[in-house]
């Protein structure tokens, strides 16, 4: 029992101070912090209880192997967090196609430090193996371990009955993982996390047409109409849509060491003629499914899932996306680019479910060693080589829809020797002084990119939309950016650090230049339907045109943050956005904005969960998207080719055939 109760003291010190100096938790007051401080003691209880069933020695080694995964799995989590600002999931971990080139990122958010989270372990290890020889072989009365299993549980009753007393309904209203961990510990999260998973699994068995009723409903009241002055403008272009990876709108105009970082996106935005609109209060609202939920969100105009990626744990799921949208209204050919392995994220598999008809993947590029760093190719050589594809797209008599995704400006932010054109910051965060230095290659990529569109003649009858994905740099760098910013990085000022940009040009269209409407990644779909002239009336989206002046200026994130002109509400507060301090008595209309996002957000779980989109026809003449129909990589379009001509030759013999014959019966007449 001693050496059970030294293990537990450890555990329950080690995982307190992970929980103060690891994780931003946003504790506010002594009884969260009470909590943040008590609630590693139940999973303790419990967990490291489960050893005192054995006896002797094996007692001993049962309770060095928990530890050991009770270890792992915080430093697992501390890892993950330092990344994606949040924690790993059964809908993480199940995402294994990715575990490769995140392992690449995952070694590089090591700290020399974090040897000390095995101490603890170190010190029970060298005590068993020097008293394990005087260890009595019986075994305790099965009332001990009962007793403080029993115990464990008693001590999360209390845990959760408090915790309930500071925000009530804590497991009804699950948006923000932050909250579960502060209120009950990482290993209840995952325990509850885990139940969730199978809870959601089994909604698509029992989901039937009448649970999408509620969602049109709601979906038809928030609608949009169209601006009659921009409705159609783009009919009939081509559509070039530009992933920046990991780009954040602070990058546009930031000057480092006296020059601009991004000096060809900032002439983009600060341009006379105003070819472009440059929204410079667009969010992103994607959560840990980062690149894949930003592809979801800009394709569907739902939102991801607030663990883990709807394109691993929904791929299978019918969607009504944008490139099928082109494609049965307008006849649009579809192509994504992406120098990486075509099963990353599950792409090779959901982008047929969007309708997607070609995917350019890591075998259609030269991945020598020299081109490829990071996530696979470099951007420069990535729209280099992709060009003669795009020229044999543009070859068609049909328009197509083209989505380049970029790979460089990804953590860790690195580059071959030679190839930074800009010093990095000195801030002493490598990430953070990094950043700035691949975001100047994928400016230079972006620049030589639309070189070659004007040199190839693509440029002029195609619309050019360009948005950032996600966040790059997490809150594990406030520090740094305080420096960056000028500025303290408080919550709310985190929350403004989610904006992307996002910009578009239409040919023929006058631009805006800078709007300052408030919006999202959920608003991108209705805004090019509507451009291409097709009404978003029909379909089920989150989001509104941003053209239109009916546009629902509010933006919600997944964790249920959204962002206003006039005012935030972030991590369960209420901000003036021009003090920048709390409201401490929130208005009616307030409320009733939060209360909408999370029914919102609520909604977008039932579609996914329930796959409620497989009940809903948007129109007589919309025909479900058939997988089956795509075949991706190469080798399958050289097989598909080969099977074309084959076909082609065989129907012109029939035909040559036929012919024969019809001039014989003519002689023989």
Known sequence: MGFFLLALVLFWMKTYIIYISEFNLGVTNLLQ??????????????????????????FGIALLIIDSLLTLFMYANIVFYREYSSFITIQTLMQTDNAGSIGKSFLGLAEWYDVFYALDLIILAVLFFKRKAVWSPARLSFKKPFAVLA??????????????????????????????????????????????????????????????????????????????????????????????????????????????????????????????TYFDNFFHQTEQGKTADAELLLDTSLYGLPQGSAFVTKGSNTYQALPAILDQKQDYTSAVFHGDEGSFWNRDKVYKQLGIDKFYESSYYDMSEDKVINYGLKDK??????????????????????????????????????????????????????????????????????????????????????????NGISENHNRAMSEITGEEITPLKNANLQRVPYMIRVPGMEGQGTNHEYSG???????????????????????????????????????????????????????????GEPIEEPTKEMKEKRDQVLYELSLNDEVLNGDLLRFYEPSEDWEPVDPNEYQYGKDNEESTEEKNTEKESTEDNNKEEAEDTDNNDENNS
């Open 33 to 58: 912090h009470f909590l943040l401080f008590i609630n590693p003691l139940s999973s303790g209880l419990i967990l490291l209880g489960l050893a005192l069933f054995f006896k002797g020695k094996r």
């Open 381 to 470: 050589p990535f729209f280099k080589q992709s060009m003669p594809m795009l020229e044999d797209l543009a070859q068609k008599d049909e328009p197509f829809y083209a989505h380049m995704m970029t790979l460089t400006h990804h953590y860790p932010f690195v580059l071959d020797e030679g190839e930074a054109s800009i010093e990095p910051a000195e801030t002493g965060d490598g990430t953070v002084d990094r950043y700035f230095q691949t975001a100047r290659y994928l400016d230079e990529a972006l620049k030589q990119f639309f070189d070659d569109l004007k040199e190839k003649g693509l440029y002029e009858d195609s619309v050019i939309m360009i948005y950032g994905d996600h």
């Open 521 to 579: 990644m959920t608003d991108v779909v209705p805004t090019m339907l509507h451009l291409l002239g097709i009404d978003s009336k029909k379909y089920i989206q989150f989001g509104t045109d941003m053209f239109s002046d009916e546009h629902k200026d509010f933006v919600p994130f997944r964790n249920g943050s959204f962002m206003t002109e006039e005012y935030s509400y972030v991590q369960e507060v209420f901000y003036d956005n021009d003090t």
């Open 151 to 276: 115990t464990g549980v008693l001590v999360f009753a209390g845990n959760l009955g408090l915790a309930e007393i500071d925000r009530p309904q804590l497991l009804e209203r699950v948006f923000d993982n932050n909250y579960i961990v502060k209120y009950l510990g990482a290993p209840n999260f995952a325990v509850f996390n885990t139940v969730q998973s199978v809870k959601a699994n089994a909604k698509r068995s029992m989901a039937s047409s009448e649970d999408v009723t509620e969602v049109e409903n709601y979906t038809d009241k928030k609608y949009a109409e169209p601006n009659e002055k921009y409705f159609g403008k783009a009919e009939g272009k081509n559509i070039i849509k530009i992933h920046l990876e990991s780009f954040q709108s602070f990058l546009i105009d930031y000057k480092l060491h006296g020059e601009e970082v991004t000096p060809f996106l900032n002439s983009l935005v600060h341009d006379d003629s105003k070819n472009f």
